[in-house]
């Protein structure tokens, strides 16, 4: 059977994969055919060699380390669902079928909660590990699914997505409105320091660790045992607690304010934090 461009080019088409690819697949499921070979049966071989080649690929790329991505959020009232997805290179980051792809399973993971599994979850009928293999088949390079997040909550729910699309973070508040929970999430993004909401939060022992090391840190400069100690609790409550507590931080659009004196009766409840590439974070008060 004759191998047209016009069968090469609805190949590509229907499986974005390149095009000599494509003809190199239909050419191979010819042959698989023989000479009864039909155009259907041809073309739906090639389709299931070009899928074989793309799980190989992703297999032979699957240990290549994914330090970059994006992250997309989708929202609706009452729930909002993160998805990170991750790649090599910061080129990979910045394309647009990769970007539409992290979007279009945070779309789909807004309607339908993926659970425990996502690479299980079945996206526009194909599921999201193929579709992953098909993405690493035609892009060329490891392609990872990140951490995944779906929010439900009747609370106020804020969103901040960074203009790089490789940071982003949610906010549930009791009470407050939108508009502020979005710039809590915004002041989320731009310190990573914050691990927790409030000081109760914060483990104890660790707390103490950090004293020690200011108040060895004081005697070494010289001071006394009991200057040392209070020197050591200022430092602390300076520069640890003002960067690891959200409420203690000064407020980025007012730093002479704190957080806390920004969203006043606003109680905030959950904070989530993802990085394409980082650690995620995940606080409830």
Known sequence: MEITATLVKKLRDETDAPLMDCKRALQDAAADQGGAAN????FNRAREILREAGKTQAAKRADREVMNGVVAIAKKPGAVALVSLLSE???VARNEEFIAEAQA??????ENDPGDDPLS??????????RIEALVAKIRENIQLGTVKRIESDKTIGTYLHHDK??????V??????ALASKVAMQVVAFPSVEVIAESQLDQERLQREIEVEKKRAMDEGQPDDRAQKIAE??????????AVLLNMAWFLEPKKKVSEIVGDMKIQRIVR???????LDCSL
């Open 89 to 91: 290179t910061d080129f």
């Open 39 to 42: 155009e259907d049966a041809v």
């Open 274 to 280: 993802m990085q394409a590439g980082g650690t995620p």
């Open 166 to 171: 490789a940071k982003a973070a949610v906010v």
């Open 121 to 130: 979850a079945v996206v526009e009928g194909v599921p999201v590990s193929d």
């Open 234 to 243: 200022g430092r602390v409550n300076k520069e640890f607690l003002s960067a």
């Open 105 to 110: 399973l945070a779309n789909a993971f807004l």
């Open 173 to 178: 508040a009791e009470g407050g409105d939108e």
